[in-house]
């Protein structure tokens, strides 16, 4: 998509680094994402420990649980993320990827921590990275997430 | 989910293509995803109509027709859900 703002000016950067891996912090950082590429912004996501754990090829299509310190109301939730049929927060991630400039990094540091391979993760990853090249890559980053 | 629905074939001016987006029922950020790709598929001159049940869609849609440089030509308000017409200008 090419970028919604002034032509003549180089896209504007944000960071954000996902550690969280429940479902509604993940549609949380999905939506934000979303919103950034819609802006035409160059988004960059460094998915690490739960964040990168919820990134794993297996149970790509279903909701992860929500956090469960809500008593019913985490219950009720899961309940209506699944009946209303919200799109995960992965279709979500993979929209804004498909219509914007988003990439998507493995941390390597949890990457060895959580026994994951490049194989294990979904097809939405980018590459593993170290933090370092996060860094670099989100330097004059409008905005800086962490969720 | 978005249908190409038939241009309306009355007298006068030939009328530009016209692409219906029913986003009710999704929510943020779902119409403005749908708006877009459609926009991307669609020629220049084209208009997308789009119905959104979201409330968040009254401010991000015109936001992001306004940054993209298309036109809104209409915003109808429903009780249920409003009702958006876009032209797309480039």
């Known amino acids: 998509m090419r970028s919604v703002g002034d032509s003549s000016s180089p896209?504007?950067?944000?960071?954000?680094?996902?550690?969280?891996?429940?479902?509604?912090?993940?549609?949380?950082a999905s939506t934000l994402v979303s919103g950034a590429a819609a802006l035409g912004y160059e988004v960059t996501?460094?998915?690490?420990?739960?964040?990168?754990d919820a990134l794993r090829t297996s149970g790509s299509e279903v909701h992860p649980p929500v956090e469960p310190g809500h008593g019913e109301a985490s219950q009720r939730l899961e309940q209506t993320l699944r009946d209303r049929k919200v799109p995960t927060w992965r279709t979500i991630l993979r929209t804004a990827k498909a219509l914007g400039n988003v990439k998507v990094f493995a941390c390597s540091?949890?990457?060895?921590?959580?026994?994951?391979?490049?194989?294990?993760?979904d097809p939405l990853v980018d590459e593993v990275l170290g933090i370092t090249s996060f860094v670099d890559r989100t330097r004059g980053a409008e905005a800086t997430y962490f969720v | 989910m978005t249908d190409?629905?038939?241009?309306?074939s009355a007298g006068g001016a030939p009328q530009p293509p016209h692409r219906l987006v029913d986003a009710r029922g999704a929510w943020c950020p779902g119409p403005l995803m749908e708006l877009i790709g459609?926009?991307?598929?669609?020629?220049?001159?084209?208009?997308i109509e789009v119905l959104s049940s979201d409330q968040g869609s009254r401010q991000d849609i015109p936001l992001w027709v306004r940054k993209a440089g298309h036109d809104l030509v209409k915003v109808e308000e429903g009780?249920?859900?409003?009702?958006?017409?876009?032209?797309?200008t480039h």
């Open chain 2, 4 to 8: 190409p629905v038939a241009s309306p």
């Open chain 1, 109 to 121: 540091q949890s990457m060895e921590v959580l026994g994951l391979r490049r194989a294990d993760l």
């Open chain 1, 45 to 52: 996501i460094f998915a690490s420990y739960w964040g990168l």
């Open chain 2, 38 to 47: 459609a926009i991307q598929q669609e020629d220049a001159g084209a208009e």
């Open chain 2, 79 to 88: 009780s249920e859900f409003d009702r958006y017409l876009v032209r797309k």
């Open chain 1, 11 to 28: 896209s504007p950067k944000m960071a954000l680094l996902l550690a969280s891996g429940t479902a509604e912090r993940l549609l949380t």
